[in-house]
């Protein structure tokens, strides 16, 4: 693992980026890893689907995939490719700080 700065804090992420422990991750390290991915404001949206991300994982131990997130989140699939332009349940996930959703390349 690798340690990196973000938002002024050491956090421990795995060679894709993602947060290593979840409990590392606040809102200030969100908005840094999204400014490294090319979205330079977290929207109330964006918060919407990182924060029912972030729930969903806490609650059974995996990230959603795309398609939970489009029949679940509240924000339909092409809103999520419209705010995760890179593949929104990969990007989010790694904003959200959780560990990168089965499936996803």
């Known amino acids: 693992m690798t340690s990196k700065l973000?938002?002024?804090q050491d956090v421990e992420v795995d060679p894709e980026?993602?947060?290593v422990d979840a409990s590392q991750w606040n809102k200030d390290v969100a908005?840094?890893?999204a400014k490294e991915e090319g979205i330079d404001d977290l929207t109330g949206q964006h918060m919407q689907v990182i924060n029912f991300m972030r729930s969903e994982y806490m609650a059974k131990g995996t990230a959603?995939?795309?398609r939970l997130l489009g029949k679940t989140s509240g924000v339909t699939v092409k809103e999520l490719y419209q705010l995760f332009p890179?593949?929104?349940a990969k990007l989010a996930a790694k904003i959200a700080g959780i560990p990168k959703p089965?499936?996803?390349i």
């Open 6 to 8: 973000l938002a002024g």
């Open 17 to 19: 980026g993602f947060l």
């Open 31 to 33: 908005s840094a890893i």
């Open 64 to 66: 959603p995939n795309i």
């Open 86 to 88: 890179k593949g929104p």
């Open 102 to 104: 089965h499936g996803c």
